[in-house]
């Protein structure tokens, strides 16, 4: 008996270290500790025991209990333990992770810049079609059919009377043709021109296109509000000059420059070492356009202007090459948010 006594311990020692999981905790308390189990068998046996040994084995089988007991209540607390280990801890004070959220494009921003400085001067917003028809194009803009300033716009055609539009300046058109004047709006949207691609230009792009008619607009009035802009927009010690230039829809027709904010007139690469930097063309609406819309030129005046979106933004933050606003590298957007 004593025998068998020592023999299950060591059994018992051997299957506790072997405990891994629930079921061979069970699987233990099952084997040594349950009414069936070895140990209750021993037990049962203590009445083959002659009497003056039974004192002496009964304290061994007590002995023997207390020891499975123990180590079935130690590697249950193991278990539980290293179960919780398992669990992530989790720290509630920590601050939240950051959602990845995206943010504007830098040309949908710029517009948007632009467009909120000329809105708080009284511009409404108006959009025009990106596919258009000669005639809003070219031929109400004073560019007849044989006329050589079509060359300046190297166009994308459809059809034959069917083009992607070079610039915004037909949205005037539109504009005027649905509305009575006063009118005083900005016009911004997506631009196509067959040209080669290189840093400096793209085949799509971007254009704000601005109009002022009513009975007494000024070239005063195109030159203040332009000026009140670009003071908005490049900062409030911007110095401008506007030079005389050709558009076939204004007549005179302007070029306005502002002094180089990257050099301050110092001369630099992005100015070309001229000290000055064109932001846009404008002019005084060509009579011929007024006619064209069936508006009386003798009545009316008005001024429009129209200005580069990608190269505005290329200027503002210092972009040298307009191909990194299209490639849509998520590294160079990130940087331009
Ligand atoms: N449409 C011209 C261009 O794409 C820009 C422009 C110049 C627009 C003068 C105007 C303007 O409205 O008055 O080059």
Known sequence: MLEEISKIKREIENTARNISSREDLDAFRVTFLARKGKIANLFARLREIPPEQKRDVGQQLNALRSFAEELFKEREKQLVESQKRKTPFLDYTLPGRELPIGHTHIVSRTIADIQSIFVRMGFSIATGPELESDYYNFET?????????????????????????????????????????????????????????????????????????????????????????????????????????????????????????????????????????????????????????????????????????????????????????????????????
């Open 141 to 337: 803009l004073n560019f007849p059919s044989d006329h050589p300033a079509r060359d300046m716009q190297d166009t994308f055609f459809i059809k034959d009377d069917v083009l992607l539009r070079t610039h915004t300046s037909p949205v005037q058109i539109r504009l005027m043709e649905s509305r009575k004047p006063p009118i005083r709006a900005i016009m911004p949207g997506r631009c196509y021109r067959n040209e080669v691609i290189s840093a400096r230009s793209h085949v799509q792009f971007h254009q704000v296109e601005g109009l002022s008619v009513d009975t007494h607009v000024t070239f005063t009035d195109l030159k203040s509000t332009l000026v009140a802009f670009a003071r908005e927009f490049y900062g409030k010690s911007t110095a401008y000059r506007f030079r005389p230039s050709y558009f076939p829809f204004t007549e005179p027709s302007a070029e306005m420059d502002i002094s180089c904010f990257l050099c301050h007139g110092n001369g630099c690469r992005v100015c070309k070492n001229t000290g000055w930097l064109e932001i846009l063309g404008c002019g005084m609406v060509d009579p011929n356009v007024f006619k064209a819309v069936g508006y009386d030129p003798e009545e009316l005046t008005g001024f429009a202007f129209g200005m580069g979106i990608e190269r505005t933004a290329m200027l503002r933050h210092n972009i040298p090459d307009i191909r990194l606003i299209f490639e849509n590298d998520a590294r160079m957007l990130r940087q331009l948010g």
